[in-house]
């Protein structure tokens, strides 16, 4: 007679060889999600222009108040993750052009001046902030 182990005990070895088994495949499979994380902790990825112009292009025009931009260009002149502040040239359909000056908040949405133009002023959201999506 062979003294081999009872099969209960084999399946139960071998579930618990199995279960580590595939621990180690998730834990070591989410490494990566992990180091991007900490990448972007450290190193958070910049807020880009083309994001910013997206929404500001919609500003209205600063002395009517109305309408809104046909496009727009922007250069952030602050450092940091957003940016700010962002000085905007908005061109309107009519051939206008004005320049706004915006800051962009951590929600997504922003807030404008028009430089030279008493109260003039634009707001609006939603420029895709990194990481966001």
């Given at each position: 007679m062979t003294?081999a182990?009872p ?13 580590g088994?595939?621990?180690a495949v998730v834990s070591?499979?989410?490494r ?10 450290r190193?958070?990825p910049?807020l880009q222009?083309?994001a ?7 500003a ?9 931009g046909?496009s727009?260009?922007c250069?952030?002149r ?5 940016g700010?502040?962002?000085?905007c040239v908005v061109r309107?359909p009519?051939g206008?052009r004005?320049r706004?000056?915006?800051?962009v908040h951590?929600d ?9 133009v008493?109260g ?8 895709e ?5």
């Amino acid at each position: 007679m062979t003294d081999a182990p009872p099969a209960p005990a084999l399946l139960t070895i071998g579930a618990v060889l199995t279960a580590g088994v595939i621990g180690a495949v998730v834990s070591l499979g989410g490494r990566s999600a992990d180091a991007q994380f900490i990448q972007d902790q450290r190193h958070p990825p910049a807020l880009q222009a083309a994001a910013v112009e997206r929404v500001v292009k919609t500003a209205p025009d600063p002395k009517s108040g109305k309408g809104s931009g046909s496009s727009a260009t922007c250069t952030r002149r602050g450092s940091g993750t957003l940016g700010n502040p962002w000085s905007c040239v908005v061109r309107f359909p009519s051939g206008k052009r004005a320049r706004l000056s915006v800051v962009v908040h951590q929600d997504g949405s922003y807030e404008g001046t028009y430089p030279g133009v008493r109260g003039a002023a634009a707001s609006g959201c939603c420029i895709e902030l990194p990481g966001s999506r």
